[in-house]
DNA sequence: ATAAACCTTAGAGTTAGATACAAGGTCAAT
DNA sequence: ATTGACCTTGTATCTAACTCTAAGGTTTAT
């Protein structure tokens, strides 16, 4: 049974992430002591470990709140489902990263056409790209 | 001379975007009609137009007040000025990009491991990789 | 002249995921 | 018995870039 603090320690979280994560409804202590403290057990633990787990692979708290309540159901579902949300997030991922490849080449390519030394930003090629009012997009 | 609203339309954005931009010290109209209006001539456009471009290539707003405050008063800047506020948002860029490509990765190896089909979840590949207490990050 | 479409301001709400703060109760050690 | 570390609740704040609402003034077309 650890308290609060010294489940945040063990996974190096703060214990205001723990409250967070049990207001929005993915993870509350099995029980309370008689003093009101929060007390996790094994399970809880493994919930924890669970859902940070999702969120090291890119899973937002929403995604993973749909992961858990398969998880913790697990016999009403099927492989299909738990691959959709992968695949689904795979995608949304890809698209992501579609989009950030292009903003690379785009500052690449200004990079590559400015000296970028002390001479006068005047000719500065970067800016001119950026006026140009003949180049779209 | 475009109001708010032709200025807004042309470029494809809300008037609420460019009041939002003028109220942040982006871009404000150079004169106001009589009745209070906001009035875009071709300096303005042109300005929109840099900052939107910007935008495309993965520039924050405040990154773009930057660019602007050099593009606004470029004798007193040099080309290095200008190089390293695209290189620092390059390297940015490329740091999230490494951290999305480790998330596909994952995604994916989770993905393959699954069967996919109408089997109950219950011996899921992907939540069983989740849970494992034995694997970490 | 009246309705639709436009404009003005100030300010609140949205999303995500925390993070911080206030006011107070509890526990362990000295 | 008192200090310090810990816990409780509730509420507010942060970032980014909008987006929306309210309450009202203006323009344009019919």
Redesign the interface.
């Known amino acids: 049974m650890l308290k609060i603090g010294q489940l945040a320690d063990k996974f190096a979280i703060k214990t205001d992430t723990l409250r967070f994560y049990e207001k929005h409804g993915l993870l509350a202590p099995s029980i309370r002591g008689a003093n009101g403290y929060r007390l996790y057990n094994d399970k809880d633990e493994?919930k924890l470990?669970?859902i940070l787990?999702?969120k090291?692979?890119?899973f937002s708290l929403n995604e993973i709140h749909e992961?858990l309540s398969?998880?913790l159901d697990?016999?009403h579902?099927?492989?299909?489902?738990?691959?959709?949300l992968?695949?689904n997030?795979?995608l949304e991922?890809?698209k992501?990263?579609l989009e950030?490849?292009k903003?690379?080449a785009?500052?690449?390519s200004?990079?590559n056409a400015?000296?970028?030394?002390?001479?006068?930003?005047?000719h500065?090629s970067?800016?001119e790209?950026?006026?140009d009012?003949h180049?779209d997009?």
Chains 1, 2 share one sequence.
Do not use: M
Request: charged share 25%.
């Open positions: 493994a470990r669970f787990r999702a090291s692979v890119g992961l398969i998880e697990k016999s579902w099927v492989c299909a489902d738990v691959k959709t992968v695949d997030k795979l991922i890809q992501k990263l950030l490849t903003f690379e785009s500052l690449q200004l990079s400015c000296c970028g030394g002390p001479d006068s930003a005047e500065c970067i800016l790209a950026l006026e009012p180049v997009k």
